[in-house]
């Protein structure tokens, strides 16, 4: 009688049941990984509207809570993720979108658990366009010694494109603020358009425009007190009233300069009088960019005497 070795189990086999065993315990913690669940936020985009419409509607932000594992969700926090909505079938007026958890692309494993708002309704119309007027909106006001005289935007007009409720109520469009606080010289600077109060309305073209802002004197009037000369004699004489009282109209920092420096010339022509009582009006000279208003008194008396008397 032949005698039979029990058989043991190969190398290669023990190897495998290892590998084998590895394999299902690391599927087993990847099924069975920790559960977590957070809300996120989710945009809504429009797609495939015709050229001729435009949906009006504040495109609201979707919040969907969504459940998985913790290491998939932690991910998913630095991924964008959208809903978008097809109009390609859309038409003029109110249309209400039922919002599906299916149109949620999530990864493997993660499931949305809950959306809100659960649907909504927005208001398809016309798109139009519009031509209207640049306004530049200054901000602040220039050096107390200057005005603007003229504010010019380059180009003039801008058409926009938009829905035909909101385009209808639109006379004109503002730039964006221009600073002109301190300003003593004219200037030019680009500035974008102001649309930003309704995200419907785009400017067709360039939404740059060039702003020239004029600056001039600012004209003001001043009265100044100022002592009378006289000029053209040897004689010695005497002007009563010996002052006299001008009102001016010019810029407003030559005339500061005039009253600081006693800038202006006043005075009596005396030339070929002799000794004697006259009646005489001031001659005024006023700096040429400015101009005389009123001069009191009018005129004055001078009183001529002799070499040597008084």
């Known amino acids: 009688m032949t005698s039979t070795a029990p058989v043991r189990p190969s190398y290669k086999s023990a190897l495998l049941v290892i590998i084998t065993l590895a394999l299902l315990l690391g599927a087993g913690l990847l099924f069975y990984e920790k559960q977590n669940e957070i809300t996120l936020a989710i945009p809504v985009t429009f797609e495939h509207i015709s050229d001729g419409l435009i949906a009006v509607h504040n495109i609201p932000v979707l919040e969907a809570r969504l459940k998985g594992p913790s290491r998939v969700l932690k991910a998913l926090k630095d991924r964008q993720l959208s809903y978008k909505i097809d109009l390609s079938t859309a038409?003029?007026?109110?249309?209400f979108i039922k919002i599906s958890s299916e149109e949620i692309k999530v990864?493997?494993?993660?499931?949305?658990?809950q959306i809100d708002p659960a649907s909504l309704t927005i208001t398809i119309e016309k798109r139009i366009e519009k031509t209207v007027p640049i306004l530049a909106d200054l901000n602040e006001d220039p050096d107390g010694a200057y005005i603007i005289s003229r504010v010019v935007a380059t180009p003039s007009m801008v058409r926009l494109t938009g829905p035909m409720s909101v385009l209808d109520k639109i006379s004109a469009v503002r730039t964006t603020p221009v600073d002109v606080e301190g300003l003593t010289e004219t200037i030019r600077k680009k500035v974008a358009l102001n649309l930003n109060h309704n995200p419907h309305i785009q400017a067709i073209g360039d939404s740059l425009v060039e702003v020239e802002i004029v600056v001039e004197d600012k004209i003001v009037e001043k009265w100044l007190d100022i002592a009378?000369?006289?000029?053209?004699?040897?004689?010695?004489?005497?002007?009563?009233?010996?002052?006299?009282?001008?009102?001016?109209?010019?810029?407003?920092?030559t005339l500061k300069k005039l009253a600081q420096d006693n800038g202006i010339q006043v005075y009596v022509d005396l030339e070929g009088l002799k000794p004697g009582t006259y009646v005489r009006r001031a001659v005024i000279k006023p700096p040429l960019n400015t101009a005389l208003v009123e001069a009191k008194p009018e005129v004055f008396t001078v009183k001529v005497f002799g070499l040597g008397k008084k």
């Open 91 to 95: 038409k003029p007026g109110p249309l």
């Open 107 to 113: 990864p493997w494993r993660v499931s949305v658990l």
């Open 228 to 253: 009378i000369q006289a000029t053209g004699s040897n004689y010695r004489y005497v002007i009563t009233p010996d002052r006299i009282e001008i009102l001016l109209r010019g810029p407003m920092n």
